[in-house]
């Protein structure tokens, strides 16, 4: 069962042209259909990878301002004592 490189090469090769040998043009429509699909994909993607990184820059920006009003605040309360 232990398949010499040469004879790895040579099935792998039959392999791609069996695959070439049923393979078709896309039609124009199915090209199309294919585009939209791909593009909607895309945009899919794109507004989650979005939505990400929107959630982690607000996210972010409520922890600084907790951060910011915690100071402030302890340092009100410094201030007063003193």
């Known amino acids: 069962m232990d398949m010499s490189v040469k004879e790895r ?3 792998f090769v ?3 042209v069996r695959v ?4 078709k043009k896309p039609t124009k429509e199915e090209y199309w259909t294919i585009t ?3 593009a909607i994909g895309i945009l ?3 507004l989650i990878g979005f939505l990400l990184h ?10 600084v301002s907790v951060v910011v ?3 402030v605040a302890v ?8």
């Open 9 to 11: 090469f040579v099935n």
């Open 75 to 82: 340092l009100l309360f410094m201030k007063k004592d003193n």
């Open 20 to 23: 070439l040998r049923v393979t």
């Open 44 to 46: 899919i993607i794109g």
């Open 54 to 63: 929107l959630i982690d820059a607000l996210a972010s920006l409520i922890v």
């Open 69 to 71: 009003i915690v100071l």
């Open 36 to 38: 939209k699909v791909s």
């Open 14 to 16: 039959g392999e791609c």
